[in-house]
């Protein structure tokens, strides 16, 4: 079953901040975090192992809550190369099986 | 190294017909995954591979078909396509730390 991901879309002035919330249903084992630029294959930006986690790429960064069965990611000062769509993907408890959310596409416009 | 490559890159087909998308890899990956991406619907899986000869059914396989003959190639094959599997087609195979390495797409077109 797909996580779910809000919001759906972003739209953001250079510098801004904006947060990714992913979740799941079912109990999350790890939680990656890609982006995706219009016409590319989608990038590794982190994953995010257990609990508590709290990751940081550039001024990216992610946390985990396991319990909550949710991770969001954290995107501050924006960048306009930060414009995209992001995903959040997690695996089954074997390490499988690896499933997408939807996706949020975030514009950050000068 | 050349990484994640898919071939082709680009394919029209008519209602019917039969082809098959190659993926291979060059970092000696056991995980390998098949993804088809709609506008709107994310990436969505349709088959994936734990190793050589192992493969396994994702999200959304029906209509294809795959095989694992070798750890380094990933083979997507469309039996009958229909036009509902117009999509882009994306190949992926995982790192020692879990992270998904991409190919660059395969855009499919079915009239």
């Known amino acids: 079953q797909q996580p779910v991901q809000s919001p759906q879309a972003v739209i953001l002035r250079e510098g801004e901040d904006a947060v990714i919330n992913c979740s799941s249903s079912k109990a999350l084992y790890s939680v990656h975090w890609y982006r995706q630029k219009h016409g590319e294959a989608p990038v590794f930006l982190m994953i995010?192992?257990?609990?508590?986690e709290q990751k940081g790429h550039e001024k990216i960064s992610a946390s985990f809550n396991e319990k909550k069965q949710q991770s969001s990611l954290y995107l501050t000062a924006s960048q306009l190369s930060y414009s995209g769509t992001y995903f959040c993907?997690?695996?089954?408890?074997?390490?499988?099986?690896?499933?997408f959310g939807p996706g949020t596409r975030l514009s950050v416009l000068p | 190294n050349a990484g994640v490559t898919q071939t082709p890159k680009f394919r029209v087909l008519k209602t019917g017909q039969s082809m098959t998308l190659l993926c291979a890899q060059d970092m000696n990956h056991e995980y390998m995954y098949w993804y088809r991406q709609d506008p709107g619907m994310g990436l969505r899986l349709i088959h994936y591979s734990v190793g050589e000869g192992t493969t396994a059914k994702g999200e959304v396989p029906d209509g294809y078909n795959v095989s694992r003959l070798k750890k380094q190639n990933f083979l997507l094959g469309l039996e009958s396509a229909a036009p509902s599997q117009t999509s882009v087609y994306f190949c992926a195979s995982e790192g020692v730390h879990g992270e998904l390495f991409f190919g660059e797409g395969s855009r499919l077109t079915v009239l």
């Open positions: 993907g997690t695996p089954d408890n074997y390490g499988q099986n690896f499933v």
């Open positions: 995010l192992l257990k609990g508590g």
